[in-house]
T-cell receptor, first 111, second 115 residues
C-alpha cells in the first residue's frame, strides 16, 4: 500500500533563511510522481513542485527545490530565502493512479 | 479558462440531514476525484469518477456516501444522514485523462459543518 510520512508536524524559520521539510514514502510501483502542495489559510491546494520518479535530476521552481533519493524513498523540500508568504501547511504527496497525502507540516516564518 | 469550481464553499447541516456537494471540472476534463480533509489531517482519497462511471471508490465509506458524475452537469458528492464526524473540507480535483493523477487540478473545497 502507498504511504506518505511527514515526521515534522511544525517548523519555524527566520525570514530570508533556508528551511528543509522532510518526507518519506513507500510504494511498490516503479513509475510514479511525487509532489509538494502548499495550503495557506484560504485552504486552496497549490502545487509547489512535482518530481517524476524516473527522472534523476531534482526538480526546482524558483526558491523551491527538492532532494529526491529514490532508493531511500525520501523526498524533501528546500525553501530558500523564506518569505512571510511562505507560511502555510505543506503536504507531501505521491501518486500512481491516485494521490496519497502525508499529514502535513505547518511552516511558520519568523519576521 | 476557469479552474475547478466547487459549490457551495461553506455548507452547514444539522445531524440527520443530507449534504450535496458539487464539483464542475475544468473545461475539457472528464475525470473527477474527491478527497476529504479532516481537521489537522492531510487529504484522503475518496472516489475517482469518469463521466457516467465510477472508476475507483476504494476510499469511500460504505454507508451514507455516494458520488456521481453524469453526462451533463457537475459531479455530485452526496452524504445522507450526516453526523458530526462528517465535518470536514471536501476537495474535488479534475484531470484531462484517466490514470493521470499527476495532472490533477484542485478546486477551492467545500467546508461542511455538521451541527
Amino acid at each position: 500500500a502507498q504511504t506518505v510520512t511527514q515526521s515534522q508536524p511544525e517548523m519555524s524559520v527566520q525570514e530570508a533563511e533556508t528551511v528543509t521539510l522532510s518526507c518519506t514514502y513507500d510504494t511498490s510501483e516503479s513509475d510514479y510522481y511525487l509532489f509538494w502542495y502548499k495550503q495557506p489559510p484560504s485552504r486552496q491546494m497549490i502545487l509547489v513542485i512535482r518530481q517524476e520518479a524516473y527522472k534523476q535530476q531534482n526538480a526546482t521552481e524558483n526558491r523551491f527545490s527538492v532532494n529526491f533519493q529514490k532508493a531511500a524513498k525520501s523526498f524533501s523540500l528546500k525553501i530558500s530565502d523564506s518569505q512571510l508568504g511562505d507560511a502555510a501547511m505543506y503536504f507531501c504527496a505521491q501518486s500512481d493512479d491516485k494521490i496519497i497525502f502525508g499529514k502535513g507540516t505547518r511552516l511558520h516564518i519568523l519576521p | 479558462n476557469a479552474g475547478v469550481m466547487q459549490n457551495p464553499r461553506h455548507l452547514v447541516r444539522r445531524r440527520g440531514q443530507e449534504a450535496r456537494l458539487r464539483c464542475s471540472p475544468m473545461k475539457g476534463h472528464s475525470h473527477v476525484y474527491w478527497y476529504r480533509q479532516l481537521p489537522e489531517e492531510g487529504l484522503k482519497f475518496m472516489v475517482y469518477l469518469q463521466k457516467e462511471n465510477i472508476i475507483d471508490e476504494s476510499g469511500m465509506p460504505k454507508e451514507r456516501f455516494s458520488a456521481e458524475f453524469p453526462k451533463e452537469g457537475p459531479s455530485i458528492l452526496r452524504i445522507q444522514q450526516v453526523v458530526r464526524g462528517d465535518s470536514a473540507a471536501y476537495f474535488c480535483a479534475s484531470s484531462p485523462l484517466g490514470g493521470r493523477a499527476y495532472e490533477q487540478y484542485f478546486g477551492p473545497g467545500t467546508r461542511l459543518t455538521v451541527t
